[in-house]
């Protein structure tokens, strides 16, 4: 049996948090099956909080050169991952993309056929990178009929879409423009990646977790199928609540004594969504916080482990101050811990700012 402290130090453990990683940051991508890209700064924190030597230009160059894109992928959200991993894991994704464009957005086609929208669409895109806007009014002319936005989400869902630089750049602003994977990269689908690969990374990097946990971060069904699969490669626990939990016989399972050091977790970030059950890392009275606002994460704290508060850095006047919410009272010594991180984080994410300032306001 494993409690929820046990759950909490393997996920930080995976997931680089419990201490700073010497992996460079490709590696790291992959490892981490790729960061949740809903915005271009969240990637850049999210690998600067887990690894020893991160800079913003390292993350920029592997997507300048192509080695890393942005692409929907799990859940049918933007993530940042290798140019590997989006050409091998699309397809086993598929499903989500059609759940997504969902019944809703087909009426909204109005009778055009998906297949020949998808193929205008993607000879639009690789004639040159359009945002979905572009595209819909593009497509509009062919299928007055149909709306815009429903085309170009037609699209996306059919089409594996990448974002083209300067967007996911550091700093960028305005609306995503796209391409498809295999103009962008030169080739095709992946080399067979399987779903049973699929749970198995997972499980290295978010494990142990019950088969309920692995589909609510792929945004798939019906994984009993490929954990059954899996059979004696995998070895089974519970949890306190007696959930059956899979896990990889190697995977690192730290004691829960171990100490875990404060941590500023970016916008979005996959820890706090890659379980069906959050409690490992957060405590249901907190989930409101988190996720009160539809589509949106904030950045959240971890102390001791577990998220204790939200952050976002404000800028003003050249000054830059980190303003972090408590969710409970946080203990004097790491109120001083959080500071300290946090002057590290202003001198990464605002190093052109004047000033810098870590500001607690009061708790709820």
Known sequence: MLTRRDLNRALLARQLLLERSPLGPLAAIEHLIGLPAQAPNPPYLGLWTRLRRFQIEDLSALLTSRVAVRTGLMR?????????????????LQAVQDRHLGPSGRERLRGADPGPVA??????????????????AELNARWPDAEPAALGAAVRAAVPLVQVPPHGLWGAVGQPAYTSAEHWLGVGGGPGTTLDDLVLRYLAAFGPATVQDVQAWSG???LREVTDRLGDRLIA????????????PDAPLPHPDTPAPVRYVADFDAIVVSHDDTRRIMDDRDRRDVFGVPG????????????RATWKITRRKGAATLVVRPLFQIPTRDVHDLTEEG?????????????????FNSRR
Do not use: C, M, Q
């Not at 049918?76 to 086993?92: E, K, N």
């Not at 949106?296 to 998220?307: A, E, H, Q, R």
């Not at 590290?344 to 000033?355: E, S």
């Open 76 to 92: 049918a959200t933007p993530h940042l991952v290798s140019a590997g991993d989006a050409t091998d894991l699309r397809p086993l």
């Open 119 to 136: 193929a205008a669409g993607r000879a639009l895109v690789e004639e040159r990178p359009r945002t979905l806007k572009e595209l819909g």
């Open 220 to 222: 798939l069904s019906g």
């Open 237 to 248: 626990y519970r949890d306190e609540d007696g959930a059956d939990l899979l896990d990889l």
């Open 296 to 307: 949106v994460i904030p950045g959240t704290v971890l102390v001791d482990g577990f998220v």
């Open 343 to 359: 002057e590290r984080l202003l001198a990464f994410a605002a190093p052109d700012a004047v000033h810098h300032d870590v500001r």
